[in-house]
């Protein structure tokens, strides 16, 4: 097996509690599987498998000891957080990765980078009180949905202001607006709160969806696709998300998602699509990659025109500065002053991303 195989047999192992079968890891380049699981963020994942076999890899072991410490931290930071907010009344509700790594087999399987609450937008000033109290240091460059947190040693929180923050998907952005209308209250709560099991898979292929047009996104994503399946899909209302995601416009990569994260794990034959889509993904990994940004904001927005994405490039959309830049899109006066300042920063301070970014296009295939 490939190491992409290898990754995805022994990823269905460790969510299927199947012990793997050594001789089908005979051969098998741990340190090129450990540098492909870590680009995907699945090392803790893939570990727990290796090691219901028997077989310690130090990479791999320090990996799922680390990834466990991270989900104690995380798990602690999110309840907290929380029982601060609700104290303070200021309705929130814990996403993505923080709702997602309750559904994988075993504790600190599902790896992750931070803690994400989405919280009332209008008590931004008391929510940043709340953290400083909590001994979080704001690390937030200017952003239109999300403020960032640290407390070292470990500890990250995105405090979400909003779901989605993208030019690039105006559908999803509208969609989200008042998300309140999709948010069903905790149990004994007076201000936490939680999505249906709909809507929630809903969000986390939105999600997924928007990295995959931007930069890409890896196989992660479709492990959790696969998770949240095998343990909700007899019991969601399909016709709801077939309904909701058209309005998202995202039915087909769902149904894509859907079908491959299945065929994948569980075996099947790939259509063509399929098979194109998890190329794509194994070579993304799970944050994506520039390159994939400059091509498929060129390809999607600007019909395939280097011209047109050039362009655009230099003096970028006025309304998308209200994610990239809203400070100048609130204070339109300054967008000559911001084009100036891009010009410097992007010769002078980042001429490498400016070139990689260049050579990504023009090295595109004709």
């Known amino acids: 097996m490939g190491i992409e195989e290898t990754a995805l047999y022994l990823s269905g192992c460790a969510l299927n509690g199947k012990i793997p079968d050594k001789s089908r890891l005979e051969g098998v380049n741990f340190e090129e599987l450990y540098g492909f699981a870590t680009a995907h963020m699945i090392s803790a994942l893939l570990g727990y498998a290796l090691e219901s076999a028997g077989i310690n890899h130090k990479n791999f072991s320090q990996a799922r000891a680390k990834a466990e410490r991270k989900s104690v931290v995380f798990e602690n930071d999110c309840r907290m957080i929380s029982e601060r907010l609700e104290s303070s009344g200021i309705w929130h509700m814990p996403v993505k990765g923080s709702v997602m790594r309750n559904y994988y087999p075993a504790f600190g399987l599902r790896e992750m980078s931070d803690v994400d609450i989405l919280f009332n937008s209008s008590r931004s000033d008391d929510v940043r009180e709340i953290m400083k ?60 709160y939680h999505f249906s099991t709909e809507d929630f898979y809903i969000h986390i292929t939105a999600h997924s969806y928007h990295h995959y047009i931007t930069a890409g996104t890896g196989l992660r994503s479709v492990l959790d ?11 969601m209302n399909w016709e709801y998300i077939s309904q909701e995601s058209l ?5 087909d990569f769902e149904e894509q998602l859907r079908s491959l994260s299945l065929k994948v794990i569980d075996g099947g034959e790939l259509s063509e699509k399929e098979s194109a889509m998890l190329k794509y993904i194994v070579n993304s990994g799970v944050h994506g990659s520039g390159g994939n940004v400059a091509e498929n904001e060129m390809m999607t927005l600007y019909g395939g025109s280097r011209v047109r ?58």
């Open 309 to 366: 994405f050039m362009l655009a490039s230099i003096f970028p959309p006025f309304k998308k500065l209200k994610y990239t830049a809203p400070f100048v899109y609130r204070h339109k006066y300054l967008y000559p002053f911001y084009l100036v300042g891009r010009l410097v920063s992007g010769v002078i301070t980042r001429p490498g991303r400016v070139i990689s970014r260049l050579r990504s296009i023009f090295s595109r295939s004709k």
């Open 225 to 235: 696709e696969y998770v949240y399946l095998k343990k909700f899909s007899d019991s």
């Open 133 to 192: 109290g909590l001994g979080f240091e704001s690390q937030t460059s200017e952003s239109a949905h999300h403020d960032v947190y640290h407390k070292p040693p470990l500890s990250i929180a995105e405090m979400h202001r909003e779901l989605f923050g993208s030019w690039q998907t105006p559908e999803i952005c509208r969609y989200y607006d008042d998300v309140k209308r999709l948010m069903l209250l905790d149990e004994g709560k007076n201000y936490t």
């Open 247 to 251: 309005k998202l416009g995202i039915k």
